[in-house]
């Protein structure tokens, strides 16, 4: 097969990537080329991928709606040339404003949802083209979609398991990471740290949105101290000490989350995760064995206290048995090849149903 995934405009992809979303697509880029398939990738500027990289010009500056909209003229324009140039059987979108570069024609169209659903237009579950597929990434997130024939079976997201089991000392301190925005809560883990009496690194980046540089200058600038730190943007050899070393994971979001892949790589690390219980967390966390759900900054900062009594080894043997990329990757392939494979039949024979009655026994 030849696959192109098809990433957000404005960011970049590589196995250092902050977003969920740019993290799955580099899992599965690799997936396929170590499976034999071509892997073809639009993205940004800069990514590092291990098939063909379509680049995006890198944009600069601020990212306001200019820039948005100049990202999706130049990822539409992209995405045709990249089709008239390559026999592509698939195209997998996985960004927010993917509807805004959808192609035309026959090709089959598979979108990962890897944000709620009310973040989406609700034009992308109506939408009539031919061998169009949506899916979700967590249950939580598929029970707040409306009703659409065009969606398949949930497939859960998965980490590279393998890379994150390494037993070092615990340090004492709490960690927390991500894209430091509004909805992630990032001040209500400073607040709790400070509440716990424990040291709390901070980990992320600060991306050039207004909304994000005046919720970095107003509410977390303010709540740091010689105790409570944050680092910026990290590689992933540093998010896995500082995971391997922590004493617990912090997720103070406040939205509802369609998956945590920081969580889940917290626990192949043997650290437990204390979250609010938004979206798909309850389905990641395992309350009182891997972790804690906490409904306050109170509840929080007692749990950070608790949260050495939790055995690593039942937080690595959840990552193990419940989060494998490997799994999660079997599972995207086998739906490549089934959406393949049902447009080579439909073109052969009769048309098949649009929905997922060929792809739920499997």
Known sequence: MTVLSVAYPLTEVGPDAVGGSEQILTILDRALVEAGHRSLVLASEGSRVMGKLIA???????????????????HRQLLHETLLKYPVDLVHMHSLDFH??????????????????????????????????????SSSQRRR???????????????????????????????????????????????AAKKARTELIVAGEVFPYDAHQTYFAKEIQPRLDTQRRFIG????????????????????????????????????SGTPVIAFPSGALPEIIEHGRT?????????????????????????????????SSTEMAERYLNVYDRIV?????DEDTAPVKQGTSWLVSH
Request: contains cysteine; aromatic residues 10%.
């Open 100 to 137: 805004c570069y959808v192609p035309s024609g026959d090709v089959p169209v598979l979108a990962t949802l890897h944000l709620p659903a009310d973040w989406y237009p609700s034009s992308i579950f109506s939408a009539k083209r031919r061998n169009y597929y949506l899916h979700c990434v």
């Open 56 to 74: 995006s010009p890198r944009a600069e500056g601020k990212l306001d709606d200019p820039v948005r909209k100049w990202g999706q003229k130049v």
């Open 233 to 268: 943007p990290i590689g992933f050899a540093k998010k896995k000490r500082l995971l391997a070393q922590a004493q617990c994971l912090l997720i103070p979001s406040t939205v509802a989350e369609t998956s945590s892949l920081v969580a889940m790589e917290a626990l192949a």
């Open 145 to 191: 979609c409306p009703d659409s024939s065009a969606f398949l079976p949930v497939i859960p997201n998965g980490v590279d398991v393998d890379r994150f089991e390494w037993k070092m000392p615990r340090r004492g301190y709490a960690f927390t990471m991500g894209r430091i925005c509004p909805e992630k809560g990032f001040h209500f883990a400073l607040d």
């Open 341 to 345: 494979s049902s447009k080579v039949r």
């Open 291 to 323: 972790g804690y759900l906490v409904s306050d900054v109170k509840e929080m900062a007692r749990a950070i206290t608790a949260a050495s009594d939790l055995d690593p080894e039942a937080c690595r043997d959840a990552a193990r048995t419940r989060f």
